[in-house]
């Protein structure tokens, strides 16, 4: 069984064939699949997904793009959307200063703001961070992100960043940068992780692992990223994908 903690089947890279892609994951050991809103439109259509598919649940929050939308009305839908039962995080959240550092101070303030709701919402927090490292972990630590936990998707920094990430309780998203050769900072942050700290993502449609690199990425494709994983932890798949998958019932709180 796989789980795929980081998806967005929401894009319009599905358009074409969302319900048979989706069909199709079910026989491919896809068990369950957590779509990730990175807006407010994105939120209300992964609640959609949720709602539509059994396997499927949903994250709502709001990515650093779109920071703006982060003001008293943007939290109060995020509230409103929480309360569907099949929202298990928020998210996805964050920092980043590789697309846009001039507004970081508004970035912080919706960071923080959606930290304090997954507090009080009892829910776990799915980061997105880049070239945001020190940011991040100083609002994490002033906003007890420890209380909510979650995951730092897409992992991307060192291993000790990562030591110190999954110290804290956290979890990192592992994807398709696992693969490719100019992923070695990935894979030398997984080597010094417990494997029983990691979680599965694709962030489809972006990041398809090698040899797709490129193209829409999907669920299927996690089989290349358990491998890799696998190879180097030198454990065998199947260990990688029970681990993992218990790794993000726990982390969503979801009953298998
Ligand atoms: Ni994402």
Wanted: net charge negative.
């Amino acid at each position: 069984m796989i789980f795929d903690t980081h998806a967005h089947y929401d894009d319009e890279a599905f358009d074409e064939d969302r319900e048979e892609l989706i069909e199709s994951l079910r026989k491919a050991n896809i068990s369950k699949v957590v779509n990730i809103g990175a807006n407010l439109s994105g939120s209300r259509a992964s609640v959609a997904l949720a709602d539509k598919y059994d396997f499927f649940y949903a994250a709502v929050g709001v990515h650093p793009d779109d920071a703006a939308e982060v003001n008293d009305e943007g939290i109060a839908v995020l509230r409103e959307l929480a309360q569907n039962k099949k929202v298990r995080a928020i998210g996805e959240i964050g920092l980043d200063y590789y697309w846009n550092k001039e507004n970081s101070a508004i970035q912080k303030e919706a960071f923080a703001r959606q930290i304090e709701l997954a507090k009080e919402l009892s829910l776990p927090i799915v980061i997105h961070s880049r070239d945001a490292a020190k940011d991040t972990l100083d609002i994490m630590k002033e906003c007890d992100a420890k209380k909510a936990g979650g995951v730092m998707h897409c992992f991307s920094y060192s291993p000790e960043i990562a030591k110190e990430v999954t110290d804290m309780g956290f979890y990192i998203g592992v994807g398709g940068v696992i693969t490719f050769k100019n992923g070695r900072k990935l894979r030398e942050s997984v080597e010094a992780v417990p494997l029983e700290r990691i979680v599965l993502e694709t962030d489809c449609p972006y990041l398809a692992p090698d040899p797709f690199r490129g193209k829409r990425n999907c669920s299927l494709y996690l089989k290349y990223v358990i491998k890799a994983i696998a190879d180097i932890k030198n454990v065998d798949i199947e260990k990688v994908m029970e681990v993992t998958y218990n790794n993000a019932l726990k982390m969503y709180k979801i009953e298998s």
